[in-house]
Structure formats: C-alpha cells, structure tokens
C-alpha cells in the first residue's frame, strides 16, 4: 500500500507531493483553530468533505451525537464552535505528522499539545453547568454499580475539573491528533477527525 511518511515520498500510489498537500490541509486545520474566528467558521468547514457526512470526535465523547462527538456538518460545525469558545489552545505538531497515501484516501497522525488559558477556565465554568452536573446526578442515580464505584467516578472526574481549571495560563497538556482525509476535485478533506488524550 502507498505511504508517505514524515515529508518522505512513499511507495507506490503516494508520492512527496501527496504527503505535502495532505500537511498542508492539517496545518489550514491548524490556523483556524489558532485564530478561533466564529465569523469564518462556515469557510473554514470547506476544509471537511462535501458529500459524505464528516465525523469530529472530541475528547470527551461518549456516544456518537453527544456534545463532543460530531456527526455531519452541522455536528462537527457545533463541535468546532464550542472549542474556539471555550477549549484549551490547540498546538499541533504539523511537521512531526505521520502522512500515509494511498490512491485518494489519506490518513495521519500527529503529537500536539494542548494549553491553559481564560478561555478554556470559562469552558470549563460552562461544561459544568450545563453537562457535568447532570452526569454527575445520573451517575449517582446509576443502581447498576455499587455505592462505592459511583462514588469512586464522581471523585475522579470532579478533582479533574478543579484540577484542570487551576493549571496556569500556558500549562500544557500532551494530547494525539488522528484524522483520514479525501480527495476530490477541490483538494484534500478531513472525512473524520480523532482528539485524544491519555488516560488518567
């Protein structure tokens, strides 16, 4: 199978300029969610496929649909409003990224770095009123589990918004970015998209 690795040309169906087009797609990616400019959303949703229904996962979803999981375009446009709101700044590592090709398919990875700001303590003021709370009700309420594993979840998951919401301003927090990309007459587009953060 064709593959591209990193600024490398690859064997068979990809080739350097492959490689190159598909890193520059990541790092317009990039740009966006550096600027963070909600009147330019709809443009930069250029950026995803066209005629098939794009996918965002977040790194707090938890179904397909939920705030965080983005299905279609106006899922994954939601998704990306609520992070150029109120998420962590995002740094990718676009030339560290791993680019595979084969034919008009595309796939890649790449390390990142997520950083503290105002704008992710508001996310966070936020996403506790209006998601966290009710979670944390149901999974009280859950008589599936034992007392102590509801109890054990609430402590965990609680201590990491408090903990979260007191890093300093520019602490940052390594995270994994994956994505698969098409190709059609206007270029390369993000089919889906991956967030992901290690476990605590």
């Given at each position: 199978?064709?593959?591209?690795?990193?600024?490398a040309a690859g064997a068979g169906a990809g080739?350097?300029?492959?490689?190159?087009?598909?890193?520059?797609?990541?790092?317009?990616?990039?740009?966006?969610?550096?600027?963070?400019?909600?009147?330019?959303?709809?443009?930069?949703?250029?950026?995803?496929?066209?005629?098939?229904?794009?996918?965002?996962?977040?790194?707090?979803?938890?179904?397909?649909?939920?705030?965080?999981?983005?299905?279609?375009?106006?899922?994954?446009?939601?998704?990306?409003?609520?992070?150029?709101?109120?998420?962590?700044?995002?740094?990718?590592?676009?030339?560290?990224?791993?680019?595979?090709?084969?034919?008009?398919?595309?796939?890649?990875?790449?390390?990142?770095?997520?950083?503290?700001?105002?704008?992710?303590?508001?996310?966070?003021?936020?996403?506790?009123?209006q998601t966290l709370t009710t979670e944390l009700?149901?999974?009280?309420?859950?008589?599936?589990?034992?007392?102590?594993?509801?109890?054990?979840?609430l402590a965990v998951r609680s201590l990491a918004?408090?903990?979260?919401?007191?890093?300093?301003?520019?602490?940052?927090?390594?995270?994994?970015?994956?994505?698969?990309?098409?190709?059609?007459?206007?270029?390369?587009?993000?089919?889906?998209?991956?967030?992901?953060?290690?476990?605590?």
């Open positions: 199978m064709g593959h591209t690795g990193k600024g080739t350097e300029g492959d490689a190159a087009d598909v890193r520059s797609a990541l790092e317009s990616f990039q740009d966006g969610y550096t600027r963070r400019d909600v009147t330019a959303l709809d443009r930069f949703m250029e950026l995803f496929v066209t005629d098939d229904a794009p996918e965002l996962v977040g790194t707090e979803a938890v179904e397909p649909g939920d705030l965080d999981w983005g299905i279609d375009h106006s899922g994954v446009r939601a998704v990306i409003k609520w992070d150029w709101r109120f998420w962590w700044d995002v740094r990718l590592d676009v030339q560290a990224a791993r680019i595979h090709v084969h034919d008009d398919v595309a796939w890649l990875s790449a390390p990142g770095k997520l950083e503290q700001c105002e704008r992710a303590r508001a996310g966070t003021r936020a996403f506790v009123e009700h149901e999974t009280l309420d859950d008589r599936r589990r034992v007392p102590e594993e509801r109890l054990a979840e918004r408090v903990r979260d919401y007191h890093l300093p301003e520019g602490t940052g927090r390594p995270f994994t970015f994956t994505a698969v990309l098409v190709r059609d007459a206007g270029g390369w587009r993000f089919q889906t998209i991956h967030f992901s953060v290690a476990a605590e």
